[in-house]
C-alpha cells in the first residue's frame, strides 16, 4: 500500500515536472525581465551624420568582462518610409572591465521618418521600438538685418510634434549665450514653432552685470548667433525628465540635430538711444 506521504511526494514531482516543460516550451518566461526587462537601448540619431550608433545592453547581465563579453541579439533597424530594413553590425569596446556593444547604423537619418528597431534573442524573445524623426525645416527670419531695438522672430515650419531648444549669442570681445530656451508646439498652431528677440534685450539678459550697458554698435560682430538643437517627438521629455543611466535606464531611441544660423544685425548708432 502507499501511504499519503507517498502520494504527496509523487504529486510534488509531477507538477514540479510539468512547471519545467511549460517554461521550457514558453520562451518569454525569465523572472529577471519581469524585474528589470530584456535589453537597454540608446540609439539617439542624428541626423547630420552619416554614421550613428546604438548601444545595447543586456540588462540580466552583470557588470563583468565575462558577461558581457557576448550579446545574444540580432539587431535590426528598419525605415518604415521607404520600407528598408538592415541588420545592424556590432562593434565592441572595452572599458573599465565591462564590454560594450555599439550597433552601426550607415547612411543618412531622414528628418520626418518612422525608425523601427527590432532586437531579437536567440530563443524568439524580441524587443521593438519605434520613433519618428523630427522634420527639419530652414528657419524663416523675420526683421532680420534691423537695429538693436527691433524685435526679431524666427520662425520653423512644418513642425510636426517635436521639441526645439536653443541658445542667442553675440560676441563682444568674447562670445555670450543667453540660456537654453526650450521650444515646443502649442495647440494653436502644432506646425510651427516660432519665437521672438530683441537684440538689446538679449545682451541685457546675461548674467554679466558688466554687459548691462554694452549697445549693439559696441558688438565685435554684426551677427547674432542662434544655435539650436531639434528632437523627434517625445525624445527631449525622456532626456529632460529621466537622464540616460546605463545602470537604471531601458530606452533612449529616436532623432536630432544640430544647427548653428547667424542673424545679421544693423549695428549702426540709433539715436537717441545711442547717442
Excluded at 501511504?3 to 517554461?23: D, E, Q
Excluded at 494653436?188 to 538679449?202: C, G, Q, V
Aim: glycine share 6%; net charge negative.
Amino acid at each position: 500500500m502507499i501511504s499519503f506521504n507517498s502520494y504527496s511526494r509523487l504529486f510534488i514531482m509531477v507538477f514540479s515536472l510539468g512547471l519545467v516543460l511549460w517554461a521550457c516550451d514558453d520562451n518569454t518566461l525569465d523572472p529577471l525581465d519581469e524585474e528589470t526587462g530584456i535589453y537597454s537601448i540608446y540609439g539617439v540619431l542624428d541626423l547630420n551624420e552619416e554614421t550613428n550608433y546604438i548601444r545595447i545592453r543586456d540588462l540580466n547581465a552583470p557588470f563583468t568582462a565575462e558577461a558581457t563579453r557576448e550579446l545574444n541579439a540580432v539587431v535590426t533597424l528598419e525605415n518604415l518610409g521607404i520600407g528598408t530594413s538592415e541588420q545592424l553590425v556590432s562593434e565592441r569596446t572595452e572599458q573599465e572591465g565591462v564590454y560594450h556593444h555599439n550597433f552601426v547604423v550607415n547612411g543618412v537619418i531622414q528628418p520626418d521618418t518612422e525608425y523601427r528597431l527590432t532586437i531579437k534573442r536567440t530563443d524568439g524573445v524580441t524587443v521593438t521600438v519605434s520613433e519618428i524623426t523630427p522634420t527639419k525645416p530652414e528657419p524663416v527670419i523675420t526683421s532680420a538685418n534691423t537695429d538693436c531695438d527691433t524685435p526679431i522672430e524666427v520662425e520653423f515650419s512644418p513642425e510636426k510634434g517635436g521639441t526645439l531648444t536653443y541658445n542667442i549669442g553675440f560676441e563682444f570681445g568674447r562670445t555670450y549665450f543667453l540660456t537654453t530656451q526650450v521650444l515646443r508646439s502649442d495647440g494653436n498652431n502644432p506646425e510651427k514653432l516660432s519665437f521672438a528677440f530683441t537684440p538689446a534685450d538679449i545682451i541685457r539678459s546675461t548674467i554679466y552685470s558688466n554687459l548691462s550697458q554694452i549697445r549693439c554698435h559696441d558688438l565685435s560682430s554684426e551677427n547674432f548667433i542662434l544655435l539650436y538643437r531639434h528632437y523627434g517627438p517625445g525624445l527631449y521629455e525622456k532626456i529632460e525628465n529621466d537622464p540616460f543611466d546605463i545602470l537604471r535606464s531601458t530606452e533612449r531611441f529616436g532623432g536630432y540635430y544640430n544647427e548653428r544660423l547667424d542673424i545679421p544685425i544693423d549695428t549702426s548708432r540709433v539715436c537717441p538711444q545711442d547717442c
